[in-house]
């Protein structure tokens, strides 16, 4: 069965620390993983997209990873702001056709 | 959320009473979608259209029926209100899917 898990389901961290969210699937065969930052009450807005033969990509101080051999990917935060409180989703598209398939979400808090 | 907006943003209905979700774009992208967000669920694909003409099922559509009015506008129809339907429900666009999808802001509807 395809699946999405995120870990760790809620964070809090100081503002200024930074933090790794991770993300682990069983989706086969993989096409593209993305990150979606959602704030409170708003959609979804994209953070990273990444093909399998991608490893990295960086969007600000955001940084995502892929090893599409263990299926795992992380975000990474650096330096994190107040305004990073907010859920951070993880979506895998299969390549057989029409299916994305959205993890939960890792809820994140940032405090002062 | 720019370039994709739903109407109403927020919805209240008795069971059995029927309604329309609108959501319209203005990046003239192919493809549209419609989810549904519950809390400690991912989203989850209700319908989808891949161009103008075209919808097929999604992962949850049961109870659902959607109307590719014209490139820019998508809607959801539900026909007799039922309590489970209560949700939060966005509209998202994308030139087809293997690219980025763009969130609209969201439709919260309440069935009691």
């Known amino acids: 069965k395809n699946q999405v898990e995120q870990s760790p389901q809620s964070l809090i961290i100081l503002e200024g620390k930074n933090c790794t969210l991770q993300?682990?699937?069983?989706?086969?065969?993989?096409?593209?993983l993305r990150w979606y930052k959602q704030d409170t009450g708003r959609g979804p807005v994209s953070l990273t997209i990444?093909?399998?033969?991608?490893n990295t990509k960086s969007n600000g101080r955001y940084t995502a990873t892929l090893d599409a051999d263990t299926k795992q990917s992380s975000l990474h935060i650096t330096a994190s702001q107040l305004s990073d409180s907010a859920s951070y989703i993880c979506?895998?598209?299969?390549?057989?056709?029409?299916?994305?398939?959205f993890g939960t979400g890792t809820s994140l808090t940032v405090i002062p | 959320n720019a370039g994709v907006t739903q109407t109403p943003k927020f919805q209240v209905l008795k069971t059995g009473q029927s309604m329309t979700l609108q959501c319209a774009q203005d990046?003239?992208?192919?493809?549209m979608y419609w989810y549904r967000q519950d809390p400690g669920m991912g989203l989850r694909l209700i319908y989808y259209?891949?161009?103008?003409?075209?919808?097929d099922k999604g992962e949850v559509p049961n109870g659902y029926n959607v109307s590719r009015l014209n490139k820019r506008e998508f809607s959801l129809r539900l026909e007799s209100a039922a309590p489970s339907q209560t949700s939060v429900y966005f509209c998202?666009?994308?030139?087809?899917?293997?690219?980025?999808?763009?969130f609209g802001p969201g439709t919260r509807l309440t069935v009691t």
């Open positions: 998202a666009i994308s030139p087809g899917w293997s690219y980025e999808q763009y």
């Open positions: 993300c682990n699937y069983t989706v086969s065969p993989f096409s593209n």
């Open positions: 259209s891949a161009s103008e003409g075209t919808t």
């Open positions: 979506v895998v598209s299969g390549r057989d056709g029409n299916q994305f398939y």
């Open positions: 990444m093909t399998f033969s991608e």
């Open positions: 990046m003239n992208h192919n493809s």
